[in-house]
């Protein structure tokens, strides 16, 4: 099947069509009228708009030669743990399963995981900084009356430090964290919050996903959903695909809007 092209300036009545067709391909039906109903509202996951990548670079630093293979055990853990605990009823919030995968990703690595470097490493999280194309994005949306928040595994916590690192305060009307329905993406209690917390039909409402699975999760969920796919990863094979895919925030302006 054909990968969904990316939005463009040229999207017209034709390319929503086609869109419509490609997702009822998919086993994900995306009718027509929906494709026209506008973009009322849209929830972010975290890492579609801070960047995780100082955390690797902190990783190498403080372990050389070590950094890509703490980095790698460190990232897949990290959401295998949200997905076993939310399968397990075992939950914990998203910084202690961090900090959790983190311990299991330097024994791993085989390297020496002292108090002093868990620390700067834990800590990294609540500096983070927003990729280059999000502020201007940001403000081309919410100038369009777009509703923006975050619905994000992130605490409350690691969220609001992130966005005043980033320098983001306004931008968001809510940061949905699973920790409100104990239960990460994508549990369908997750993708639930961006409904109940704008009171709009799903339909209304897309998700901005950037870990491939988290898009599959969210349009299984039934929203409209844009992939910014920084990392130009393939399309998981789930049975169902993005509305849109894009690699910055500038292609998701231009998918709401021509929605």
């Known amino acids: ?15 929503l069509l086609k869109l419509a067709a490609a997702s009822a391909l998919a086993g994900s039906p995306l009718s027509a009228a929906k494709a026209r109903t506008p973009v009322k509202a849209i929830g972010f996951d975290g890492f579609v708009i801070f960047d995780p990548r100082p955390i690797a670079a902190l990783g190498e630093e403080l372990f050389p030669g070590k950094g890509d293979a703490l980095s790698t055990a460190w990232r897949t853990r990290q959401f295998e743990y949200t997905w076993l605990r939310t399968l397990t009823g075992r939950y914990k919030d998203f910084w202690k399963v961090t900090e959790d995968a983190l311990v299991y990703a330097a024994a ?14 834990m800590q990294a999280w609540l500096a983070l900084k927003a990729y280059p194309d999000v502020l201007s994005g940001l403000r081309a949306l919410r100038d369009a009356g777009i509703r923006l928040a ?12 992130a966005i005043t690192s980033a320098g983001l ?15 990460f993406k994508p549990d369908p209690r997750a993708y639930q919050m961006g409904i109940d917390a704008f009171g709009l039909p799903r339909e209304e409402i897309a998700f901005a996903a950037f870990g491939g699975w988290d898009a599959a999760g969210a349009k299984s969920f039934g929203y409209r959903t844009f992939w910014a796919n920084r990392m130009h990863l393939p399309v998981e094979e789930l049975d169902v695909r993005p509305d849109a895919i894009g690699d910055n925030l500038q292609e998701l302006v231009r998918y709401a809007m021509e929605a």
């Open 169 to 183: 305060e306004g931008l968001f009307e809510q940061n949905l964290s699973t920790d409100r329905v104990r239960a």
């Open 108 to 121: 791993t690595a085989r390297v020496e995981l002292t108090a002093d470097k868990r620390d700067r490493l």
């Open 1 to 15: 099947m054909d990968r969904p092209a990316r939005p463009t300036s040229a999207i017209g009545r034709r390319q």
């Open 150 to 161: 975050f619905l994000s595994n992130l605490t409350e916590h690691m969220l609001e430090a």
